[in-house]
């Protein structure tokens, strides 16, 4: 803290995670005497850079580039790049440092680390945004590879820009290196099931706690915050599972559909017109929409899923979804609930799964496509999606287990920490002081 004292968004993640694996340290002081905690929350590289570029009347701007490599003990350094103008240092960091015990939990062999520019990618042309990945690309390509840090997508970084990166990162090396990104083309390397995978995988998670409960998704309302990749599959999942998703959002707003949300026209508004969420209204005027977006978890719901961004569920919000009896609450998102809200629900014994756990699904999948391009193989969607439930099945257990075994039963926000926090300490402590 005293060291980076504004990087309100890393200290909240190092503290969540510290907090959670205290009972660890107790019984395991190797930890201490390998000095683990600070060898953690010091990256072990934070690249910034300027990223010069030309908008289409002439007007030359420039962003800061970002990519932090965290960890680098179970593999090469693996975390998506976010382009929003609300990114720096802070953001960064603490993307990155879950990311290290998102990927650990996996148990795929990928390191962690983020990155991304304080870019808004909202109202640029196209031609503006491949002119933008170029440039970002022209100097991020001299740090990363696929065996030193592969990057995929995150907020305002889709197939689109990915596709100008990679191509520029060919055109750079001079040769292809398809495992240098993942979330790419199916026609350049990219894997069947990437696209769906971070929201499929959180409601396969789902399901897991939900089989504890001794129930299903059947007839559950539902709440999706945001609409973007990790949003819109995880409302398909659900819905395909018979839930009943009323509600999802943009930075703008949130809108309301008791008939339950028409997917088709989220996907043709979001992912093909590129337009606003409350645009929704044009085609089912009986829906409602609400300026602020966070108001949203105001909607009475069975299970909650904020997959939209950080701190986005505040106290107050947690509350409110208390009062309404909400049964369950997973995190899509990175870091979507604040200290104070992850209280509240736990002090309500209400079911609660982290998003290191929930969304790992998305990385877990990128690790199988670096394993598809450099075996040269391609996997059927069948495939991908049974070892992707595979594989948050296992999440889930390993998290109910870890928390077992420190006697917090039931706490999967402990369960997860420590459970991803042993698999990279004992690494470190193997790979020795380097
Ligand atoms: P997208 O850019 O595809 O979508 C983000 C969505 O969240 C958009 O609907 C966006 O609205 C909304 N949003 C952004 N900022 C805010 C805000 N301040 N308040 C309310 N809504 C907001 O990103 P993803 O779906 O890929 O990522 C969403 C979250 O999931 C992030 O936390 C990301 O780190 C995490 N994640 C993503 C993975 C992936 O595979 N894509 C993997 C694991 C985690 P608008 O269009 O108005 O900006």
Redesign the pocket.
């Known amino acids: 803290v005293s060291r980076d004292p504004y990087e309100k968004e890393f200290h909240q993640a190092v503290r969540d995670l510290f907090v959670s694996i205290r009972p660890v340290l107790m019984k395991n002081t190797d930890y201490i005497k390998y000095n683990i905690l600070e060898r953690l929350v010091e990256p072990e590289r934070l690249i910034t850079f300027s990223v010069p570029w030309m908008d289409d009347k002439g007007v030359v701007h420039v962003n800061r580039g970002y990519r932090v490599q965290t960890n680098s003990a179970i593999g090469p350094y693996k975390g998506?790049l976010?382009f929003h103008p609300s990114v720096n240092t802070s953001i960064i960091k603490f993307?990155g440092f879950e990311q290290t015990f998102k990927n650990a939990l996996t148990s795929q062999p990928i390191g962690g680390g983020k990155g991304g520019a304080d870019f808004d990618p909202?109202g640029k042309s196209d031609a503006e945004i491949m002119r933008f990945c170029q440039s970002y690309m022209t100097e991020l390509h001299k740090y990363i590879g696929p065996d030193i840090d592969v990057p995929a997508?995150?907020?305002?970084v889709?197939p689109r820009e990915i596709g100008y990166l990679f191509g520029q990162y060919k055109r750079l090396r001079g040769k292809y290196e398809a495992g240098v990104l993942t979330g790419k083309g199916l026609h350049y390397g990219g894997s069947i099931g990437r696209k769906e995978?971070?929201g499929y995988g959180v409601i396969y998670f789902v399901q897991e706690m939900l089989k504890d409960l001794g129930e299903t998704l059947k007839d559950k309302t539902v709440v999706v915050?945001?609409?973007?990749?990790?949003?819109i599959h995880t409302m398909e999942k659900a819905i395909e599972l018979g839930a009943h998703v009323v509600a999802c959002?943009?930075?703008?707003g949130y809108i309301y559909d008791e008939n339950g949300i028409d997917l088709a026209t989220v996907k043709r508004l979001k992912e093909v017109e590129r337009r606003r969420i409350k645009d929704y209204l044009d085609e089912h005027p009986h829906a409602t929409y609400k300026e602020k977006?966070t108001d949203i978890w105001k909607i009475p719901c069975d299970i909650a899923l904020p997959?939209?961004?950080?701190n986005?569920i505040d106290e107050k919000e947690a509350k409110r979804l208390v009062e309404n009896k909400v049964m369950l609450v997973a995190e899509?998102?990175?870091m979507p609930s604040t200290t104070e809200a992850i209280g509240v629900f736990l002090y309500h014994n209400i079911p609660f799964a982290p998003a290191k756990a929930v969304?790992a699904g998305?990385?877990a999948v990128s690790a199988l496509e670096m394993a598809q391009n450099s075996s040269r193989v391609t996997w059927s969607f069948e495939q991908v999606d049974n070892m992707l439930k595979e594989i948050m099945k296992n999440i889930y257990h390993d998290s109910v287990t870890a928390a077992k075994d420190y006697h917090k039963p039931g706490n999967l926000m402990v369960g997860a920490n420590i459970a991803g926090f042993t698999r990279v300490a004992d690494t470190m402590i193997d790979l020795g002081v380097i």
Request: some cysteine.
């Open positions: 998506g976010r993307l909202k997508g995150d907020i305002g889709g995978a971070t915050s945001g609409s973007g990749n990790v949003a959002s943009d930075s703008n977006c997959c939209a961004t950080q986005e899509g998102a990175n969304n998305g990385v």
